[in-house]
């Protein structure tokens, strides 16, 4: 079987830093990717780690960790057009051509 | 100038009816696909097309049928509509696999 794990709702102040944990079972896994949407929008693509360590984008940062199969990603500085929805998504092994199996998705609510 | 986009962004309609929806990107990407996100913002892959041949083909009932015209179209026949098939449906697309993917605006189908 397939699953993502990660918490349905996390809810900071502005300023803070947050850490969404995701963890997952597939049969094969090739990369991590974390993606945002908004309320009524589209999901957009934010970072992705097929290797161990920390990747950094500016305020986000995401992490992966592979014998472990965990990964999360930092919001740091948060804004209130932070608050969002927030999946992550594996990556199979290569021939499974792009397929994203998705998580439930944690809605970040960031507070003044 | 919109990278993804997808029409219509609205659609209600009635059971057993027959609907259309069309996807374009203007991004000269390879590989476009369909997905499925449910009230519980559940976001899972219907198909995927790599230069207009189908890679992808979830557990879908075949009253959903693609049909990609070239590489940079992917449209979607829903036959028979169903209570069940209320949902957004996003179109997105990569450059190729485990590449980010660039979601649409959504198409919003609602069942009446």
């Known amino acids: 079987g397939q699953s993502l794990e990660q918490p349905s709702e996390v809810t900071a102040v502005e300023g803070a830093i947050v850490q969404i944990n995701c963890t997952y079972q597939?049969?094969?896994?090739?990369?991590l990717s974390w993606y945002q949407q908004h309320d009524g929008g589209a999901p957009t693509f934010l970072s992705y780690?097929?290797?161990?360590g920390l990747e950094e984008t500016g305020r986000f940062s995401s992490f992966l960790s592979r014998s472990d199969s965990y990964g999360y990603l930092l919001l740091q500085e948060l804004q209130m057009k932070d608050s969002a929805s927030y999946f992550c998504?594996?990556?199979?092994?290569?021939?499974?051509?792009?397929?994203?199996?998705f998580g439930q998705g944690t809605t970040l609510q960031v507070k003044p | 100038d919109t990278a993804v986009s997808q029409t219509p962004k609205y659609l209600v309609t009635q059971m057993g009816n027959d609907k259309s929806i069309k996807c374009e990107q203007n991004?000269?990407?390879?590989?476009m696909y369909w997905y499925k996100q449910d009230s519980k913002k559940f976001l899972k892959i219907m198909f995927s097309?790599?230069?207009?041949?189908?890679?992808i083909n979830e557990t879908v009932p075949n009253r959903f049928s693609p049909k990609s015209p070239d590489k940079a179209h992917l449209n979607l026949h829903i036959n028979s509509l169903e209570l069940g098939d209320s949902a957004v449906y996003f179109c997105?697309?990569?450059?190729?696999?485990?590449?980010?993917?660039?979601f649409g605006d959504g198409t919003r189908l609602s069942i009446l």
């Open positions: 997105a697309s990569s450059q190729a696999e485990n590449q980010p993917q660039h």
């Open positions: 597939t049969s094969g896994f090739y990369g």
């Open positions: 780690n097929a290797l161990d």
């Open positions: 998504a594996v990556s199979r092994n290569r021939g499974n051509t792009g397929k994203l199996i």
């Open positions: 991004l000269g990407h390879d590989t």
């Open positions: 097309y790599n230069n207009k041949e189908l890679i």
